[in-house]
Every structure is written in structure tokens, then in C-alpha cells.
T-cell receptor
């Protein structure tokens, strides 16, 4: 049973436009959410996170939105750049656990078209 | 600063063989975890540790053992390799406590069992 879902396996976006990556979760106990970026043959690297007490968190070109009632979060990248082409994973953790026990989605491969 | 180091990067095993995947971190992190990444499955937690001498099972622990004798090292042992264990394995570490932290990942070990 996939508790964190990324329903779009792939996404192509023109350079300079906005990229929107979506993530849904089913476990209402999740209270902290993270986005990781992964290039081929490398480990995932942390991008941005959000606590369930917030509905938005920004870091430069990256913004994460959280809709708790819909159990949905999204990552916005504006403007998109060729270096953003990678696989993006959504991850979640629940109370009493920290980053030692993350539940990941299946990932979305983002391709930025020059 | 090396971060999280995994060895080897690639390994081919025959069914039934055993081996140990090494993971070391130099950030004095208490939390360490092992994940496997399979196509269409995202990253799934195998085992994790919240400190030296303490380990626990994740989502997919069968066929794997771990130990945590020091803060720095968290080896993953395959007792009797099976083709179903063909995967890319990632080790991660993070600090305790504050949820506003991230997990750092190693570069991965690509394991093929024939």
C-alpha cells in the first residue's frame, strides 16, 4: 500500500516556465514532508521541506505548498532551468520519527526543454 | 568533508552468496538508514538506526541484517543473495531531534544478483 503517491512518472516543461510536481499521501499521521532531487548515478539530495503547521515554504526558485485537508503537496519551480532535469521524490515522516524513517513516493522525472 | 560514503559502488553476486555493503558518515549523525530503490517503487526503507547499538526494521527487512557498533558505520549484510535483491541501495544519515533537518544520502551501491 503506497502511502505517498506521485501519480505522474514524468513531466516535460519548457525552460523558463513553471514546473509543478504533485504528491498525495494517505497517512494522516504524516507531519513533515520533504522533496529530494536525484540525478542519475548519484544519491538523492535534499531540496526543500515543509512542516504540517505551515501551508507554504519558499527557498529561491522552489516553493512547496501543503494542503492538509486534501492530503496533497506540490513543488513549484520557477523559472525552470535545464539543470533542474532530474527525478524528484516526495517523502514524508510521522511524529516520533525523524529522518531515519522516511516514506518515499515513486518519483517524477522532470525534463526541462531548452 | 566526505559526508556519507558507500562501498562498493557496483557489485555482482551469485545467488546464495553473502556480502556486506559498507556505509560510513563523518558528520557525527545519530540517525542512519538503508533504502533500496527499484523501478516504479521509489525508495523503500530496509533498516534504520537511531544510535550506536540500536537498530530496527523498516518496510522491507527480510534477507538483510544490520548492526551499529559505532556512530560512524552502519553496514548492511545480505545473508544469502537472491535475484529479488537486485537493486540500487542507498545509505542515509541525519541529526536527531529537530525536524527541520534533512537526511544526507550516499552515492549508492548498484547490486546485481545472478
Amino acid at each position: 500500500d503506497q502511502q505517498v503517491k506521485q501519480n505522474s512518472p514524468s513531466l516535460s516543461v519548457q525552460e523558463g516556465r513553471i514546473s509543478i510536481l504533485n504528491c498525495d499521501y494517505t497517512n494522516s499521521m504524516f507531519d513533515y514532508f520533504l522533496w529530494y532531487k536525484k540525478y542519475p548515478a548519484e544519491g538523492p539530495t535534499f531540496l526543500i521541506s515543509i512542516s504540517s503547521i505551515k501551508d507554504k515554504n519558499e527557498d529561491g526558485r522552489f516553493t512547496v505548498f501543503l494542503n492538509k485537508s486534501a492530503k496533497h503537496l506540490s513543488l513549484h519551480i520557477v523559472p525552470s532551468q535545464p539543470g533542474d532535469s532530474a527525478v524528484y521524490f516526495c517523502a514524508a515522516s510521522s511524529p516520533n520519527f525523524g529522518n531515519e524513517k522516511l516514506t518515499f513516493g515513486t518519483g517524477t522525472r522532470l525534463t526541462i526543454i531548452p | 568533508n566526505a559526508g556519507v560514503t558507500q562501498t562498493p559502488k557496483f557489485q555482482v553476486l551469485k545467488t546464495g552468496q553473502s556480502m556486506t555493503l559498507q556505509c560510513a558518515q563523518d558528520m557525527n549523525h545519530e540517525y542512519m538508514s538503508w533504502y533500496r530503490q527499484d523501478p516504479g517503487m521509489g525508495l523503500r526503507l530496509i533498516h534504520y538506526s537511531v544510535g550506536a547499538g540500536i537498530t530496527d526494521q523498516g518496510e522491507v527487512p527480510n534477507g538483510y541484517n544490520v548492526s551499529r557498533s559505532t556512530t560512524e558505520d552502519f553496514p548492511l549484510r545480505l545473508l544469502s543473495a537472491a535475484p529479488s535483491q537486485t537493486s540500487v541501495y542507498f545509505c542515509a544519515s541525519s541529526r536527531t531531534g529537530n525536524l527541520n533537518t534533512e537526511a544526507f544520502f550516499g552515492q549508492g551501491t548498484r547490486l546485481t544478483v545472478v
